[in-house]
């Protein structure tokens, strides 16, 4: 069997991923391959409401939770809410997925390549913002050193003029010779110099060693696509089409050849910058009459010509070029590929006299052959990145369509309804849960129903094979007792289910809150094993005699519950309102977050290690001849609280605390 976590080890493991609301044609492509990225993980999507409607074609849902149900994609669960007038209706689908089940193979390979283009896309997106940064940074340096200038002048001229008539009388105004030696000074000069060069450098870079090579790679992965899709009888099933691949390998051909258009105007932009700077220089050193060595002195006609064109192209005054930067130096002729605009390029590339481009021009057959990528030179580096992306997008949007259309409902159940999901801390964390028992071909879910002012934990289990039925499908665990192990004393309370999450496939970890317990003592942590819910000598005494076509919380009298009673497996969670758990069962670890996500807990569950027990404080408690015990207890939890409000004033706002405990978490 193939594993998808194996073929995409080279992504960073999420143990769970949020994808954000996108435009409506990338949704389902982009469900599909995070979908098939992260299957045969134990881990779980969280969907927008937009992305589960594209995928599910359910009603307006909100797709909390999504979990694959088996690892060869026959079934899939999925927990979905639906907000209505202040209170959201949580239901629990099973969805058949025969078509990825049938092609198992195919659709690996195709999400391969999904991921692939995916990346690329976000990567050639990186690139092109890190240039815009880099040439935003020459036109803030330039900027800074002219604004002054500009307004302090008491003539009418432009900054261009100015240095037009340095260049041809060989004098500078007393304003702009001010400029020159009080502001920018010689050795200002050559810093600045180098700065801006290293700006254009950068650019340069990226195009030559990011953008190329993106691109080029994005042109590989969709050639092999396209193979792919050639096969018909394997992947026309899946939606895969030959055509629209081909449109995409074209719109990225464009692309390839607008990156080397800018690479050339870059080039011709930094021979016209070197030959200013190297002109300013030699010129300020005359003003200063400092000694001008014979090389610096020696300028061509064609040095003069380089000198002129860069104070033509860049001291244009544009007072409203991109929210006032570049106001009195703009860098127009590199900018103008950067722009995220449809508008035409104002200084488009010259393409008279260009023998290859005429003969296009003239022949329609050429003009037309597939084998040419189509040329655009009026239009910007991001027009023709935008409609790369959408013909990319477009072309494997039909996968996801047809598999999408592909999934069957098998059941749903309508499990209650909560006005607690509304609350914006509880969103962070969701619950219920989700696990995928593939030892047993066990779905079971995780959920709480509030039964006279407590949330009472309900297991849910289906099996992965639709046609196969499991006994105590539905049971409530409710907690009774807690035994401490070195003594006879026994904690009865009334106890809340707060979170709950799988520990491993035989072990549920639990937090607890004990409604009549005192603030700070309040707060259990307990491993609850399977075994001990689905207990095979009274499994007929705990079927469920509802119906799953009503919501569960307006029938809890039909749901069976089993009274748990403790002796070991559990912990008092002192000084901490506990509320969120997490545990990890391979690495034996378990983790609890506080209420006001600032304070976590690490346990270390070593079975192989044996720790002494400690229940003193609880008999001091209630130990009334002993009252400087309890008030040396109080006093030191007093110190524990100031030590960490010193810690937080210094530190991140996170504090995390390390215990090492045996999973019997006797208290």
């Not at 860098?331 to 008279?352: H, I, R």
């Amino acid at each position: 069997m193939l594993r998808m976590n194996q073929i995409f080890s080279y992504l960073n493991y999420l143990p769970c991923l949020k994808i954000t609301a996108t435009p409506q044609k990338f949704l389902v492509k982009k469900i599909l391959m995070k979908l098939l990225s992260f299957w045969e993980t134990s881990g779980l999507i969280f969907l927008s409401s937009e992305e589960a409607l594209d995928l599910l074609s359910f009603m307006r849902m909100e797709c909390s939770k999504l979990l694959e149900s088996r690892g060869d994609l026959k079934s899939l669960s999925v927990v979905t809410e639906v907000s209505a007038g202040g209170a959201s209706e949580v239901s629990y689908f099973q969805l058949e997925t025969n078509l990825l089940y049938s092609f198992l193979p195919e659709v690996t390979r195709m999400a391969r390549k999904f991921t692939h283009i995916s990346a690329l896309l976000q990567y050639i997106n990186l690139s092109l913002t890190c240039m815009c940064e880099a040439w935003e940074e020459i036109l803030m340096q330039m900027d800074s050193r002219l604004t002054k200038f500009v307004q302090e002048k008491s003539t009418t001229t432009s900054v261009q003029d100015e240095f037009m008539h340095l260049l041809l009388w060989g004098k500078a105004s007393a304003e702009l010779q001010t400029l020159l030696m009080n502001q920018l000074t010689v050795k200002g000069l050559k810093k600045l110099g180098q700065s801006i060069e290293s700006s254009y450098s950068s650019i340069q870079k990226l195009v030559i060693s990011h953008l190329q090579s993106g691109s080029e790679s994005l042109l590989y992965h969709l050639s092999e696509l396209k193979g792919m899709a050639s096969w018909k009888q394997k992947y026309e099933p899946l939606g895969l089409d030959a055509a629209g691949i081909e449109d995409a390998i074209t719109a990225v051909g464009s692309f390839i050849l607008k990156a080397n258009e800018l690479l050339q105007v870059i080039d011709s932009s930094m021979k016209n910058f070197k030959a200013f700077f190297r002109w300013l220089y030699v010129a300020m050193l005359r003003m200063t009459e400092d000694h001008v060595l014979p090389e610096l002195n020696k300028m061509t006609q064609k040095d003069i010509t380089f000198v002129a064109e860069f104070l033509t192209e860049h001291f244009n005054e544009a007072p409203d070029l991109y929210n006032r930067k570049g106001k009195y130096f703009n860098v127009e002729k590199v900018g103008q590929y950067l722009k995220d605009e449809d508008d035409d390029l104002v200084s488009p590339p010259n393409t008279e006299g260009n023998q290859w481009y005429d003969f296009l021009q003239n022949s329609n057959h050429l003009k037309e052959s597939p084998l040419l990528f189509p040329y655009y030179p009026r239009k910007s580096l991001h027009f023709v990145k935008r409609r790369m992306e959408n013909i990319i997008d477009l072309c494997l949007q039909k996968p996801a369509d047809v598999i999408g259309r592909s999934m069957n409902q098998a059941i749903c159940i309508p499990l209650y309804r909560d006005a607690r999901s509304q609350d914006c801390t509880r969103r962070l964390f969701k619950f219920p849960f989700l696990w995928n028992n593939k030892t047993s071909n066990l779905h079971y879910l995780l959920f709480t129903i509030l039964e006279d002012s407590l949330y009472k934990m309900c297991i849910l289990r289906r099996h992965t094979d639709i046609s196969q039925s499991v006994s105590n499908g539905l049971i409530a665990v409710k907690f009774g007792s807690f035994t401490y192990a070195t003594t006879e004393k026994v904690r009865r309370s009334a106890y809340s289910c707060l979170d709950a999450q799988f520990y491993d496939d035989e072990t549920v970890t639990v937090v607890l809150k004990d409604t009549v317990g005192r603030e700070g003592r309040d707060r259990l942590l307990v491993q609850l094993p399977l075994a001990s819910v689905y207990n095979g000598e009274d499994a007929a005494e705990y079927q469920f005699t509802g119906a799953y076509s009503t919501r569960l919380d307006e029938q809890c009298s039909a749901i069976p519950t089993r009274t748990m009673h403790f002796e070991k497996h559990w912990r008092l969670l002192e000084s901490m309102k506990a509320q969120y758990v997490a545990g990890n069962g391979f690495r034996k670890v378990s983790c609890v977050l506080s209420s006001n996500l600032r304070h976590v807990r690490v346990f270390e569950m070593d079975i192989d290690d044996e720790w002494e027990l400690d229940e003193s404080s609880d008999e001091e408690e209630e130990a009334s001849n002993k009252p400087m015990k309890i008030k040396e207890e109080v006093l030191s939890e007093s110190e524990a609280e100031n030590q960490q409000a010193r810690a937080a004033a210094t530190a991140p706002d996170v504090v995390i605390k390390v215990e090492k405990l045996d999973p019997e978490l006797d208290s």
